[in-house]
């Protein structure tokens, strides 16, 4: 059995921010969030976050996940007596405790898997994740003897000049064995230079820890203030992209594009520069998407374009041609081979296959068949300042410019809606609806005022 506990209590004065640190956000996920995400191959039995400053707020970042338990850590002082709170809590547990710090968000789950092998296989009492870095500063340095053997952990701060010239570092990611981890925790002294209790003082108490590197450094990147918050975006970005790439995503010029972790893009879809896919989003095959557009918890078929647009929520069938300038949201569905043009907005409508809403449109909780065309300038007035109203178009029915539909109006199949129309009431197949004010001429009208006047 493996319980996971994430050390979360910390303020993180250093990102200067109201909110607590592990809240912060990166690439659409907090960093804890990232943190509970990243062990979803160990499938732990017990998920512990250890919280404090601010920890209602943490918990309430949770309210869909009955699966976490909460444990207060009141004051501070430090990450052993952080790990101390557990005591109670896992009173009885036998198995391995993975302990992971809340603000290292770029961890892989492979690397968790393979760090509790390593620690089973071996029957370690703690196997901990250790990395070489070119500038060590601020880390936990981990000496080891030839066999990865831990003899000992130095936090920086704590080092003599000779020590500082050791680049291993302590990851703060840690397997212990449960019962032997905790005979030790209650031995840990504050005798540091932050009068703290050191997680890392265990190793004194405890046979055999062992260390094992991590191959990609930036996974034990802890993020401290803004600028690391930034930097681990980058690298995020940059994992992300290239394995898009390596399964045929073309992106024209990369850096300008941002695309989360939990976006799904088939091959041959291509990425135009200022494309940004957020959330819960899948584009399908030879997609372009771009330049200069959103994409937010939306799917998109296959061969669909979508040019300088805001698309969030709502789904797109293939061989749609979306934008310039359109905007989706609110569960908008546009099935297939639709052409939604130039400065159109759609909420909550669903438009049937071979449809157009080509120019300056706005329809909110409508229907639409299917080979429908919205003429430019097309509106349902969907409010009437209480409630919504829907608007129900039938199949091949053609609204003419700037016509207005006043909700809730149903047209039938094969209707033909003059320009300029007010609808305000059911029109049925096949006929023509004019709702507007005949045109009237007063023939020689400049002659007739000029004459009134004099
Ligand atoms: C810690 C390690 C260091 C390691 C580094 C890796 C110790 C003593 N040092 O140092 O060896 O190289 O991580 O990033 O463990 N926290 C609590 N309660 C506390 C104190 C901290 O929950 O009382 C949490 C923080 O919110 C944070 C994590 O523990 O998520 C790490 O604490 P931090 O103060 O950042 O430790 P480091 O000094 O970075
Ligand atoms: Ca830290």
């Known amino acids: 059995m493996v319980a996971v506990a994430i050390l979360a209590a910390g303020k993180g004065t250093r990102m200067k921010s109201d909110l607590p640190k592990v809240l912060h956000t990166l690439g659409g996920r907090s960093l804890v969030q990232r943190v509970i995400d990243s062990c979803h191959l160990i499938a732990p039995s017990r998920k512990l976050i250890i919280i404090g400053y601010e920890g209602e707020q943490v918990k309430q970042s949770f309210e869909h996940s009955s699966s976490l338990e909460f444990v207060e850590q009141r004051e501070q002082l430090g990450t052993g007596h952080a790990i101390q ?33 390593i620690h089973q296989k071996n029957n370690n009492a703690a196997t901990l994740l250790t990395a070489n870095l070119p500038n060590p500063k601020g880390y936990g340095r981990v000496f080891c003897d030839g066999n990865n053997q831990v003899s000992q952990i130095v936090e920086d701060r704590d080092c003599n000049a000779a020590q500082k010239q050791n680049n291993r570092v302590n990851g703060g990611i840690y397997c212990f064995n449960w019962s032997k981890l905790a005979e030790a925790l209650p031995k840990l002294s504050t005798n540091n230079d932050q009068k703290e209790y050191y997680l890392t ?60 972790d939990t976006v799904t893009l088939a091959p041959d879809v291509i990425l135009e520069p200022q494309t940004h896919l957020r959330g819960n989003t899948s584009i399908g095959a030879k997609s372009r998407i771009g330049p200069g557009s959103l994409v937010e918890n939306s799917t998109i078929g296959e061969q669909v374009t979508a040019l300088y647009s805001v698309i969030a929520d709502s789904e797109i069938a293939d061989n749609c041609r ?29 438009v049937g296959d071979k449809s157009n809403v080509a120019h300056l449109t706005y329809l909110g909780d409508a229907t639409l068949g299917q080979e429908v065309n919205v003429g430019a300038g097309t509106i349902t007035a969907n409010y009437d300042g209480y409630r919504k109203h829907q608007t129900i178009i039938g199949d091949r029915t053609k609204t003419g410019a700037n016509s207005v539909f006043v909700a809730p109006v149903t047209l039938g199949e094969e209707v033909t809606v003059a320009a300029g129309s007010v609808v305000t009431n059911d029109v049925p197949d096949h006929a023509l609806v004019i709702a507007r004010q005949r045109q009237r001429i007063i023939e020689d009208w400049k002659a007739k005022m000029a004459q009134k006047k004099s």
């Not at 557990?86 to 547990?93: C, D, I, T, V």
């Not at 036998?94 to 789950?109: F, I, M, Q, S």
């Not at 979306?322 to 669903?350: D, M, W």
């Open 85 to 117: 709170q557990l005591l109670p809590h896992l009173q009885g547990f036998e198995g391995d405790l993975l302990v992971l710090n809340g603000d290292a968000p770029l961890l892989r789950p492979e690397t968790l898997e393979n760090l509790l092998q």
């Open 322 to 350: 979306v934008g310039p300038y359109t905007h989706l949201r609110g569960e908008a569905k546009i099935e297939a081979s639709c052409r939604i043009g130039n400065f159109v907005e759609i909420k909550k409508t669903q």
């Open 201 to 260: 003082e265990v190793v004194d108490y405890l046979n055999p820890v062992m260390a094992v590197d991590v191959e990609d450094y930036y996974e034990i990147n802890g993020i401290n203030d803004r600028y690391q918050l930034s930097i681990a975006n980058d690298i995020l970005q940059d994992r992300i992209k290239k394995h898009w790439m390596s399964v045929g995503v073309t992106m024209i010029d990369a850096d300008s594009i941002t695309i989360d």
